[in-house]
């Protein structure tokens, strides 16, 4: 048995039951396999468990534009699927669904200011979710988000449904989704192919 290795002005020393012998580094080598031989676990480094990444999930292009008592988010994803909208009074949306191939999809927003839930609208199209958020207050907002900070890449102003606040009245109340826009027998008001958030889940059921 041996009891203690150890290395002295490049000599290796081994204590065993066999008392004291002094090796050379080269020859030492043939008695460290040996040594390993003996201890079938010597020398072996232990496998670390992997851990598996979760797949994060992506965020989908969204586009913004606002009213005076409404801001639209229209969110670009074709043949979504498990489209889930949550909103809370102080600000807070949320958006989750499933790609064409199932890939998830999600984001979450702090608008700039209050919101009425009740009474947001949601339109699902083949191309694209639109969402109508309903404002606490009839007001512009500086920006979309409540943080002053530059928002995400995937964030964008909607300049084909943008409006100045002087050319309100000329805009339509509800902008049509692209394939309203492409279309001439979908044309859609204010209340047409909508559903109410608290409907939606209802929708989703059937």
Same mark, same amino acid.
């Given at each position: 048995m041996?009891?203690?290795?150890?290395?002295?002005?490049?000599?290796?020393?081994?204590?065993?039951? =066999? /008392?004291r012998k002094t090796f050379g580094g080269r020859?030492?080598?043939?008695?460290?396999?040996?040594?390993?031989?003996?201890?079938?676990?010597?020398g072996k480094k232990k496998k670390k468990k992997k851990k598996k990444k979760k797949k994060k999930n992506r965020q989908p292009e969204v586009l913004w534009a606002q009213r005076s008592d409404k801001v639209y988010l229209t969110?670009?994803?074709?043949?979504?699927?498990?489209v889930s909208v949550k909103s809370e009074p102080e600000g807070f949306f949320s958006f989750s669904a499933n790609g064409a191939q199932g890939e998830p999809f999600d984001f979450n927003l702090e608008l =700039? /200011?209050?919101i009425v839930p009740e009474n947001n609208k949601v339109h699902i199209g083949l191309r694209n979710i639109i969402c109508s958020i309903?404002?606490?207050?009839?007001?512009?907002?500086?920006?979309?988000?409540?943080?002053?900070?530059?928002?995400a890449p995937y964030i964008?102003?909607?300049?084909?449904?943008?409006?100045?606040?002087?050319?309100?009245?000329e805009k339509s109340d509800w902008p049509a989704s692209d394939e309203e826009e492409n279309s001439e027998d979908d044309e859609s008001d204010d209340e047409g192919g909508l559903l109410y958030l608290p409907?939606?889940?209802?929708?989703?059921g059937k």
């Open positions: 041996l009891n203690k290795i150890s290395l002295v002005e490049g000599c290796w020393i081994i204590k065993g039951a =066999f /008392g020859t030492f080598k043939s008695m460290e396999a040996q040594v390993s031989n003996n201890n079938p676990t010597a969110i670009s994803l074709p043949d979504a699927k498990d =700039f /200011g209050p309903h404002k606490e207050k009839k007001v512009w907002w500086k920006r979309l988000l409540k943080s002053q900070e530059k928002p964008k102003v909607d300049w084909n449904k943008w409006c100045d606040e002087d050319d309100e009245s409907d939606l889940e209802k929708a989703r």
